[in-house]
């Protein structure tokens, strides 16, 4: 009898173990995917996205938010690898917003999404347009919600609407599920102004308004991570590639450091 269950539990495990490499290689299929940008590839070296989205616990069958999608550089990886046993929702700029800024960029988007039926066209699309508007999935409905780099953008808005900003991630979760979020990274002995105007911002700070939303912090990773940078550039983060804000000053030194220091983090709704 002990021979048989040891044997049916290897049989579990050996099926499991399965089961995992083969989420591990649509992973990184996806990453791997002809559709990709070939300039976003490039700074695969940078953003870690194999070991990112490994470290938020992804599984192909979830329903994954993406939080401002921005020009779509994830989701380039996430749309793929959700496709057909998953779903993903990119949450960004409103299409009916009052501002015409706010309509053309998510025009642009779209018009990114529509180019490519073949890898977009299963995209839900939701409304993250801070601090107006928040519309990113029914409640409880959702495994994960990643944000990458985008925290200090929400500062201007304050922080009592900064408690309804996560509050609004915190609702659209499952219970266990996770909001994975990857921010610039200000060292803890230098101070950060109310609007993270460098677009660097304290770790212990992220950590705060996540906790104050009702999460728990699960895991950090230093996957990446960038000793090089000192957060110390004229005109912020955005002197750093990919943006060399300041041109041709110093961009040879800018080089060098590479993409910025970052915090990952991975929180968890109780």
């Known amino acids: 009898m002990k021979r048989t269950v040891l044997a049916a539990l290897a049989a579990t495990m050996l099926i499991a173990g399965g089961a995992f490499a083969a989420e591990d290689a649509a992973l990184k299929a996806a990453i791997a995917a002809p559709s990709r940008t070939p300039a976003n590839v490039e700074r695969d ?3 870690h ?3 990112t989205l490994s470290f938020f616990g992804i599984k192909p069958n979830m329903t994954v938010v993406e939080l401002e999608p921005g020009g779509g550089w994830y989701t380039e990886i996430l749309a793929p690898y959700l496709r057909d046993h998953g779903k993903l ?3 960004g700029n409103d299409l009916a917003a009052p501002d015409a800024n706010e309509r053309k960029a998510a025009e642009r988007f779209m018009a990114r999404l529509n180019a490519k039926p073949e890898v977009y066209n299963k995209v839900a699309l939701g409304v993250f347009s801070p601090p107006r508007k ?4 029914p409640a409880g409905s959702v495994d994960m919600v990643v944000t990458f780099r985008n925290v200090h953008n929400w500062m201007e808005i304050g922080p009592d609407k900064l408690k309804t900003l996560f509050g609004s991630v915190y609702t659209s979760l499952k219970k266990g ?3 994975g979020v990857v921010e610039h990274r200000l060292p803890a002995a230098k101070v950060q102004d109310k609007d993270a105007s460098s677009g660097y911002m304290h ?3 992220v ?3 996540a906790e104050a939303a009702g999460f728990k912090l699960a895991d950090k990773s230093e996957v990446n991570a960038n000793p090089k940078d000192n957060a110390e550039h004229k005109g912020g983060v955005w002197a750093l590639p990919p943006t060399y804000g ?3 000053e110093d961009r040879a030194m800018y080089q060098a450091i590479g993409e910025s220091d970052r915090m990952t983090l991975k929180f968890v709704k109780p």
Do not use: S, T
């Open 45 to 47: 070296v940078y953003r």
């Open 203 to 205: 770790e212990k700070y």
């Open 134 to 137: 928040y519309e990113l999935a």
């Open 246 to 248: 300041n041109k041709d």
């Open 89 to 91: 929702i990119a949450a």
């Open 49 to 51: 996205p194999y070991e």
């Open 207 to 209: 950590i705060g308004l």
């Open 177 to 179: 599920g996770v909001f």
